[in-house]
């Protein structure tokens, strides 16, 4: 780590597209997933782990927790049939619920990209999702595979689709403000009504990526209304997906999406305009990392690598 070139690190666009073309290779595997095992499930994760169990049984009669919760929603909803674990990696606290909950005499499905995580000996199931390579925390490959795999009936077609469009479309409407994206230093994000649980995922990736060293926030339109811009920041760019804003902010960026999106195509879309951003901006994240990652190896009793990979 002491010879760390940030550099060598790229932006979280890039990682989108690599994402993409992995998913619409042919030879990549989706599994097939039993997704209505359960009547009533504890779906669990941390971070944007928790995010993804979300969106994936936004349709069922789930109980949603994360490692903070989870043992509470247990002890108070008697109906739980079952647990559903997302974790990319099936380490950090996933080894922990599994163990937990398996005790408590419940059949365990785990979600993960890991073939070999630690949490596999305490699951029932577990099943193996695509993923690439990425830097710590951009777990882009990894939860945008377990949502394709849910709402699309050809994961490779529609990650073709989404490529396609932000080719076509999204890098021509961000090209107008490509000179100048670093010069706003708070950006407000605005999302359709039935993309509500992707706010969780791109205010966690700005955290991530930047901290505090940008204002942001992500809201639909429709809560945007209720008092969000009494106050608006000197350089703060309105960025709206899918709708163009002719309302919000004096700098306007309108982000199209593609025809008839789902979650996958709103996750890679996002991520893809935060990545811009990010390259746009200081190396804050990429500089900051190695010094992260020895500090977060305490905190999880493992070495935590710059580069994910699993498989």
């Known amino acids: 780590m002491s010879n760390f070139d940030p550099k060598s690190l790229i932006d979280l666009d890039v990682c989108v597209t690599n994402a993409l073309e992995l998913f619409v290779d042919p030879k990549t595997k989706f599994p097939q997933v039993g997704f209505d095992r359960f009547t009533r499930p504890l779906v669990v994760g941390s971070g944007n782990a928790a995010a993804t169990g979300r969106i994936v049984f936004a349709d069922k009669d789930a109980v949603f927790a994360d490692e903070s919760t989870y043992l509470d929603k247990l002890q108070a909803i008697s109906t739980i049939d079952g647990v559903v674990l997302f974790s990319a990696s099936g380490g950090k606290h996933a080894p922990i619920i599994a163990k937990t909950v398996k005790q408590k005499g419940l059949h365990v499905m785990l979600f993960t990209c890991n073939p070999s995580s630690s949490a596999g000996p305490d699951v029932d199931e577990s099943y193996v999702f695509p993923s690439r390579p990425e830097p710590y925390t951009y777990n882009t490959s990894t939860y945008m595979s377990m949502i394709l795999t849910k709402e699309a009936k050809d994961p490779h077609k529609e990650a073709g689709r989404i490529l396609d469009h932000i080719k076509k479309a999204v890098d021509p409407a961000l090209a107008r403000f490509d000179k100048s994206l670093a ?30 060293r940008i204002a942001r926030d992500v809201f639909t339109r429709e809560q945007a209304k209720h008092a969000t811009t009494v106050v608006e920041a000197d350089k703060e760019l309105f960025i709206a997906f899918g709708r163009e804003n002719t309302f919000w902010g004096k700098d306007k960026l309108n982000i199209p999406l593609p025809d008839n999106p789902g979650y996958a195509a709103i996750m890679a879309v996002g991520y893809y305009v935060i990545g811009k951003i990010q390259a746009a901006k200081p190396a804050w994240f990429k500089q900051a990392l190695p010094g992260y990652c020895n500090q977060a190896k305490n905190w999880f009793g493992k070495e935590m690598l710059l580069i994910v990979e699993y498989g």
């Open 183 to 212: 010069g706003f230093d708070a950006f407000f994000l605005l999302v359709p009504e039935q993309f509500d649980l992707i706010r969780v995922m791109l205010t966690t990736k700005f955290v991530e990526l930047f901290a505090r």
